[in-house]
C-alpha cells in the first residue's frame, strides 16, 4: 500500500514539474541605461534598498557581467 502511494506521489510530482511554467504574469522587465559617471555600485544605490553589495551582485547576474565595467549607453536589465 506504501509503495503504491509513493509512486503516485512520484508521478503527480513529476507530472507538475514537468508541466509547470512561467506564465509571464510579471511586471514587464525594466532597463536601465548607462549614464556616464555611472556605476553598478550608484545604480545599485539608486534602485534597491538596503545594502549595495546585493544590488551590484543582482545587476552583474541578471547582465551577465563578470567584473564592474560598464559603459554609457549600455542597457542594464534591472532584477
Known sequence: MFARAAVVLFVAVLLWAVLARDTGAGPPQQYYSVQSGDTLWSIANAKFPGD????????????????????????????
Open 52 to 79: 549595495p553589495r546585493e544590488g551590484v551582485w543582482e545587476l552583474q547576474q541578471r547582465n551577465g557581467l563578470e567584473g564592474a565595467t560598464i559603459v554609457p549607453g549600455q542597457r542594464l536589465a534591472l532584477p
